[in-house]
């Protein structure tokens, strides 16, 4: 079961959006904003900051995996895109701007429910390797920046790599400052040198 949801509905046909947003609220949903067009759904995405979008493909203005593709560009958030068509182009223009879900209408509760419970799964491991693979980056940054200071005191107090390791750590714990921030200080001022 999926917790309950902030959606906006972007389709340009009331009578469909009425209906996906009365099977949103048996669900235990809410619909925080309706869009007919794709630019109002770029807008009201941004404005509305919905949990997640519901995009039907052919609107006026820009299709639905346009204005994806600028929501996404703006804000990650998971989008399931609402089609009559399984054409295989639209599903890998879907695909390749990042959408989380396609439907092929006319969509029931027994749809709705699975795809929104994997588009948000989905939407969160990918959010999760994004925050690790940025973790990582910043500890190989870190170790770098910590090497070529090493480096330096090495060079300059004739310390062994263990012994200028062990003077980085006192330093930054005496100063109170990550590793990080003490080796950028070291390899400014070496610059200046």
């Known amino acids: 079961m999926t917790a309950p949801l902030n959606v906006l509905v ?11 947003e009365t099977t949103l609220a048996k669900m235990g949903h809410t619909v925080v904003g309706r869009a007919r067009t794709g630019g109002e759904a770029v807008t009201k995405a941004v404005d509305l900051s919905p949990d997640l979008v519901i995009m039907d493909v052919k609107m006026p203005d820009m299709d639905g995996i346009e204005a994806s593709r600028r929501i996404l560009a703006n804000r990650a958030v998971p989008i399931i895109i609402l089609s009559a068509y ?6 890998a223009r879907a695909d390749a701007v990042g ?22 799964s989905r939407f969160r491991q990918l959010h999760a390797l994004e925050e690790e693979v940025g973790s990582l980056k910043e500890a190989l940054r870190t170790r770098k920046l910590v090497e070529r200071a090493k480096g330096i005191l090495m060079d300059r107090k004739g310390l062994s790599e263990a012994d200028a390791f062990k003077m980085l750590q006192q ?4 100063q109170n400052i990550p590793m990080a921030k003490l080796a950028e200080s070291i390899l400014t001022a070496h610059s200046l040198l």
């Open 99 to 120: 959408v989380s879900n396609y439907l092929v209408k006319p969509v029931t509760e027994a749809d709705l429910r699975p795809a929104l419970t994997i588009a948000i």
């Open 86 to 91: 399984s054409d295989s182009d639209l599903i």
């Open 10 to 20: 972007a389709d340009d046909e009331t009578i469909i959006a009425m209906g996906i």
């Open 171 to 174: 330093m930054s714990r005496n």
